[in-house]
């Protein structure tokens, strides 16, 4: 069984994922860089990137690729939290990525579904990012927690 933290941290761990999807559903970068370490890093099928610039670059190159007539959509489903100390976690959650057209002429369509394992350190102004590591149409597995 994963080790607890306190109620209030594990509800701000779950805020800084649903932070993260907002962000990125908004489009706004500039809130999204804010959830991460200076010296952090982000794995994914689509790059990887190490410090706040390398990922905001990466944030930046992804969302000038969409296309505009339609919103997308990150659930994060299902987070795991488990502590590693009073200020560090690792956190698993479930993605579902959906897109849908603005005009909605058309039904939701379910792009990809995905595991996101995470790294999360408690820092002065609230939870952040230390590694975020992203893997679509992925098998679960108990590796991550043991």
């Known amino acids: ?3 607890s933290l306190p109620a209030e941290d594990t509800l701000a761990i779950h805020e800084l994922l649903a932070r993260y999807c907002h962000g990125m559903d908004a489009a706004r970068a500039d809130l999204v860089i804010d959830l991460f370490m ?11 990137s190490s410090g706040k610039t390398q990922i905001k670059t990466w944030i930046d190159e992804r969302l000038a690729q ?11 489903l299902n987070p795991l ?15 579902l990525y959906t897109k849908q057209s603005l005009d909605f002429s058309s039904p939701c369509e379910l792009v990809a579904t995905g595991i996101y394992e995470d790294v999360v350190l408690k820092t002065a102004d609230g939870w952040k990012f230390k590694t975020r590591h992203s893997t679509l149409n ?6 991550y927690f043991v």
């Open 138 to 143: 992925a098998h679960l597995h108990d590796v």
């Open 38 to 48: 200076e010296d952090a890093e982000m794995y994914t099928q689509v790059g990887n």
């Open 81 to 95: 939290v488990s502590a590693e100390s009073e200020s560090e976690a690792k956190v698993r959650s479930m993605l």
């Open 66 to 76: 969409r296309d505009p007539k339609f919103q997308v959509g990150h659930f994060l």
């Open 1 to 3: 069984m994963a080790n």
